[in-house]
């Protein structure tokens, strides 16, 4: 079992940054490929930055040079930069650990996913 906790969510105004964590615990002995997702209200979940088997980033077209996925593993703690927001970008982040590693390209597809986090909440104001 793996539990995933976030945190660094918050409120800022158009063009501001935020940094995300999540940060690990568990088994976390074994290989995961992590990512981050969001949900917005009365939108489907969206797969944004996640890493691949091979340890290199797959990003999603809406967050593509703005967002920056990374990874700290003597910390067991993963990363979201998230710089130039918009009020698009609103909605509750999540970070998730898939256990195959088989997610390669986009679109992400949260289903693949074994372990999720509660989430943390990001609100871009105009």
């Known amino acids: 079992q793996v539990r995933l906790v976030e945190s660094g969510g918050g409120s800022v105004q158009t063009g501001g940054s935020l940094k995300l964590s999540c940060e690990a615990s568990?088994?976390?002995?074994?290989?995961?490929?992590m990512g981050w997702f969001r949900h917005a209200p009365g939108k489907k979940r969206e797969g944004l930055a996640v890493?691949?088997?091979?340890?290199?980033?797959l990003y999603a077209d809406s967050v593509k040079g703005r967002f920056t996925i990374s990874k700290d593993n003597a910390k067991n703690t993963l990363y979201l930069q998230m710089n130039s927001l918009k009020p698009e970008d609103t909605a509750m982040y999540y970070c998730?650990?898939?256990?195959?590693?088989?997610?390669?390209?986009?679109?992400?597809?949260?289903?693949?996913?074994?372990?999720w986090g509660q989430g943390t909440q990001v609100t871009v104001s105009s």
């Open positions: 998730a650990a898939e256990i195959r590693c088989v997610v390669s390209a986009t679109p992400i597809s949260e289903y693949d996913y074994n372990y």
């Open positions: 568990g088994n976390t002995y074994r290989k995961f490929c």
């Open positions: 890493e691949r088997r091979d340890g290199s980033p």
